[in-house]
């Protein structure tokens, strides 16, 4: 049985400055009313009607009566004990349920957005997969969660990655809306460059963005250096082969001022033998990008993470690379807040 809430109310976190506009028109108000409830949701950050000190009582009465800030429901929240990581529980109006994360490295803050509620790509090594897809995210979906981090933690957040639940290219519209009201320099003012999105590899779809110009950062989750091995752990390369998806990520890369980020979950015996290091330094070696491996997380199924030294054996091989290398060492693997560790066992809430 799935818990819904009763009263729709719309939400106000979502919607942009013409659409705020025209909901204060609708209740009777000038339209510059609209340009001051922007400000309020997402420049202060402010969730409660009555701090809207600059609006008329009369139209926060109305707007009370039929709108709400938030589209989600904090639910819960837990921290790591290992490392500043916080995890975080939202509940859907329709009673899905989705996580989202807070990592602080250094004098970085990121938070980590989920884009859906679960995943139809089916990548074996991820837990997301383990749910099936549920149901795309709305844009308020994608910022609320965001508003509600900053809300709760009062961290300013230096990052933004859409690497939570989800593909965000199987939900482009809203993904590349929420990306736009999180940049929105008169509002949360997240530079383009601080503003990842990572694909799975949908092939029309990095071809879209690359034709639209979008200014955030691309990462491509590559994982394999052949179509076999990739086949072996991404049913999605029958869809989209590794040749396609190598030809769409050199035309991005040679377009984007942005250096490409491809990403490489190492998992032992499977994609990290010293052979492998050097067939992906040639697959990248034209290509304008930076490399970003992530030793595998275990869930609970036959993959494991290979040992420090194979990573590092894979490392040496990629040190006279054109490219940059990193080695991304998951937060929060104590609450399962690492890459690909974000499942939602029990799908919706029993009353
Ligand atoms: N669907 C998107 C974004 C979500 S996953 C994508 O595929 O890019 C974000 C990153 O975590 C991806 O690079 C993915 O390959 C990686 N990942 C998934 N499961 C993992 C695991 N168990 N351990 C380490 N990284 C994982």
């Not at 916080?86 to 980590?112: A, D, P």
């Not at 519209?173 to 503003?195: E, S, T, W, Y």
């Not at 869809?239 to 490409?260: F, G, H, I, M, Q």
């Not at 194979?310 to 990193?326: G, H, K």
């Amino acid at each position: 049985m799935r818990y819904v809430q009763n009263e729709e109310k719309v939400s106000l976190i979502g919607q942009n400055l013409t659409e705020l506009q025209s909901i204060s028109e609708q209740l009777g108000e000038k339209p510059f009313r609209g340009r001051q409830l922007y400000d309020w949701i997402y420049r202060k950050n402010i969730d409660n009607h009555n701090l809207m000190t600059n609006l008329p009582g009369d139209f926060k009465t109305k707007l009370s009566e039929r709108y709400k800030v938030h589209p989600l429901v904090l639910l819960h929240h837990s921290e790591s004990k290992q490392e500043p990581t916080k995890k975080f529980l939202f509940q859907t109006s329709s009673g899905h349920m989705i996580e989202s994360v807070l990592m602080r490295v250094g004098n970085r803050s990121t938070i980590c957005l989920s884009t859906q509620v679960g995943c139809a790509v089916d990548c074996q090594f991820c837990a997301t997969a383990q749910m099936g897809f549920l149901k795309n995210l709305t844009s308020g979906e994608i910022v609320d969660q965001f508003s509600q981090i900053r809300s709760l933690t009062h961290e300013p957040v230096s990052n933004i990655v859409f690497m939570g639940m989800g593909e965000p290219f199987l939900n482009y519209k809203a993904v590349i809306q929420a990306a736009d009201l999180l940049h929105q320099p008169d509002g949360i003012n997240m530079g383009f460059g601080r503003i990842t999105i990572s694909t799975v590899g949908i092939v029309p779809k990095i071809r879209q963005y690359t034709a639209e110009a979008h200014r955030y950062k691309l990462a491509i989750s590559l994982n394999g250096v052949s179509q076999e091995q990739r086949l072996e752990i991404m049913p999605i390369s029958k869809v989209y082969p590794l040749s396609d998806l190598l030809t769409v990520a050199r035309e991005y890369a040679a377009k984007s001022k942005k250096r490409l980020t491809i990403e490489y979950v190492l998992i032992e015996g499977l994609n990290d033998a010293s052979e492998d290091a050097k067939t992906l330094k040639g697959l990248l070696q034209n290509i304008r990008c930076k490399l970003n491996l992530i030793p595998y997380n275990e869930i609970g199924s036959s993959f494991r993470r290979p040992s420090d030294d194979r990573i590092n054996s894979f490392l040496t091989q990629l040190e006279d690379a054109s490219f940059p290398v990193t080695v991304r060492r998951s937060k929060g693997t104590d609450i399962d807040a690492g890459c690909g560790q974000l499942a939602i066992k029990e799908k919706t809430i029993h009353v």
